[in-house]
Each structure stands twice: as C-alpha cells, then as structure tokens.
C-alpha cells in the first residue's frame, strides 16, 4: 500500500488515523478489515483533503459489497475531525464507474443502479446478521473453554461482563473480560477481543442494547434453550467456516491478480 501525505499539522489527518478508520471497515461477505485483506492501494492526504484508492481481489466482485465499502470508508473517513473532503476510488472493477460516481455525488444506491433487483441495505443487513452469528461462536468458544457450560452461558446479560485487567509480570498487562453467572455465585475471566467483537456485531443488529438483554441468540434472534445450544453453536460455527473457505478464496485472487501485475509491469 503506497501513503503519501504533508508533514502533518492541527488541519490534516494523520496517516495513522486514517489508516485506523479504514481498518474499522470490513469486507461485509468475509468480516474482515479492508487493510488485513490488502484492498487498499493508495491514501493521499493534502491538507484536509483525503483520497483512497482500493481493488478488490476480482473485477466482479459483487457491486452491493464493493458498495458497501466505499461507502463505509467514506463515511469513517470524514468522522475525523479535521478532514474536509473524502475521495473515494475503485479500481479495476467492472461496475467502477457506476460506484465511483455514486458514492462520490452522494447518491443511493438504488440512484447509482436503477437497475439493480433489490435493496443494498436489505444485504447490508443479512451480511451483518451471518457475521453475527460468527463472531458469535467464537465469543461462546471462549467462555466454554473458560469452564461454563450452556445453562449458564445462555442465560448470560450484557451486565454480567465486567472489564478485567489481568498483569500477567511487571511490564504487560492482558485486557480481559470478568464473566459473572447470572446468580453472581461466580466469576471467570476470558479474552475480551472475542467478545467485544462479538458485541459490536450484536449492537449493530440490534440485539444487544440495554443492561438485562439476553448476550446470544439463535440466527433468527430467538433467546436460546439450553436443549438447542449444540446445534446454534454449530450453525454459528459453520458460519465462520463458510467465511474463512470464502476469504481463502479471495486471498488466493487477489495473489494471482497481483502476481499479473508484476509480470505486466516486467514485460
């Protein structure tokens, strides 16, 4: 990835901070960051003006999600204080044109491809449901391997989790999440990446809000009964399988596409 910016002052964006608003935005189909996956090529910062440049790993990449992240790096972008205008740019794409004027022009979706045959925010909403559900088994993978069992953990609230700082020797500590059962008879500590990813996917959907709300839920966003649990656990993790064979998938094209990059640039 080439960044190139000014010495940066009280008006520019800094390079790591716009570096850390685009790795907020993910690929919707894999949930991964757009950074990680290597789908930036260029940030240019001149002054309060920031442009981004970005390919995905095929020129067919669905336009709906090619969409979805311009959009989101547009808009995570511009939340930076001192940035006055974003620029964004796809590249070697077969709908670049449509998606570059669209989302530049503050168009719609459906402005942008009046064609199109459905709603982007009706897909937005479906990718952000099965990434739930993902991140959901793993948040679950680290409470069970903390020692609690599904009677417990299906009846767990957002206020049972308290941060925990663990000092694992003088000089690193290790953020944790304490776990309370919901009768407050006991505690365990786990990770708290896991489950902070877990939660921010939840608040997204709409599940997780207040104090006493049930921490998971079916795919279909029922409660869970403790009879059921194996099986919504399972179906939780063959989500994350389907996005991780998915990602595979797109890391190997995007290798072969800039494996013929390099050798059209040698020829």
Request: glycine share 4%.
């Amino acid at each position: 990835m080439t960044v190139s910016e000014p010495e940066s002052d009280a008006t520019s964006p800094t390079r790591a901070a716009v570096r850390d608003r685009l790795d907020r935005v993910t690929d919707p189909e894999l949930d991964r960051s757009i950074v990680a996956l290597e789908y930036i090529d260029t940030i240019e910062i001149d002054e309060g003006r920031v442009a981004v440049e970005f390919t995905l790993p095929t020129a067919w990449c669905s336009p709906a999600f090619a969409w979805m992240m311009a959009v989101d790096a547009r808009d995570e972008i511009e939340a930076l204080p001192t940035v006055e205008e974003v620029r964004i740019t796809l590249n070697e794409h077969m709908h670049e044109t449509e998606i570059n004027r669209g989302v530049n022009d503050r168009l719609s979706f459906a402005e942008a491809f009046p064609d199109a045959d459905g709603d982007v925010a009706a897909v937005r909403a479906e990718l952000d449901e099965k990434a739930r559900v993902a991140r959901q088994y793993d948040a679950v993978e680290a409470l069970l391997e903390a020692g609690l069992d599904a009677d417990v953990i299906v009846d767990l609230r957002l206020d049972d989790l308290e941060p925990f700082e663990d000092e694992t020797d003088d000089t690193e500590t290790t953020e944790t999440i304490a776990v309370y059962a919901s009768d407050r008879s006991f505690a365990v500590t786990v990770p708290a990446a896991p489950i902070e990813r877990y939660l921010e996917k939840a608040r997204e959907t709409d599940l997780v809000s207040a104090a006493d709300d049930v921490l998971f839920r079916t795919p279909e966003g029922d409660p869970i009964d403790p009879d059921s649990f194996e099986l919504v656990h399972q179906r939780g993790r063959l989500a994350g399988v389907n996005m991780s064979s998915q990602g595979g998938i797109c890391d190997g094209l995007r290798e072969a596409r800039a494996g013929r990059l390099e050798e059209s640039a040698d020829d």
